[in-house]
């Protein structure tokens, strides 16, 4: 392929999120995403959780939702920092898009697994 073509991720289209703590922190965990209206909305934050729990958003609850908006998840260090991670579709087809956040509670970042 030419160097001057440029190259494209896959797309990744999921119904639910999960973000899986590796971290070396105690965490709370939220998605982020796009309404029908193109307006920002979020779920809501999660408790408290440690390595190697995990927590899963089933976004076929979230208000204004449908097939195509973005959508992404965010992570909160306690007594520490945050992070986000990348965006993925929204899709009523069951998958679970798998986020781990990973660091220290001064350099959390969350990481696309599956």
């Known amino acids: 392929m030419p160097a001057d073509v440029p190259t494209t991720a896959p797309v990744i289209?999921?119904?639910k999120i999960a973000i899986v703590n590796s971290g070396g922190y105690?965490?709370?965990?939220?998605v982020h995403y796009k309404d029908t209206g193109n307006n920002e909305q979020t779920?809501?934050?999660s408790g408290t959780y440690t390595n190697p729990d995990r927590h899963v958003v089933d976004m076929s609850?979230?208000?204004?939702?449908?097939?195509?908006?973005a959508m992404w998840p965010e992570m909160?260090?306690?007594?520490g920092r945050?992070?986000?991670g990348s965006q993925v579709l929204y899709a009523p087809n069951g998958h679970t898009a798998?986020?781990?956040a990973k660091g220290a509670t001064v350099n959390p970042w969350l990481e696309f697994v599956e």
């Open 43 to 45: 779920t809501g934050w």
């Open 61 to 69: 609850q979230a208000a204004g939702i449908t097939t195509g908006c």
């Open 13 to 15: 289209k999921a119904q």
């Open 82 to 84: 945050w992070a986000t």
């Open 76 to 79: 909160a260090a306690m007594a």
């Open 98 to 100: 798998v986020f781990t």
């Open 26 to 30: 105690v965490m709370w965990a939220r």
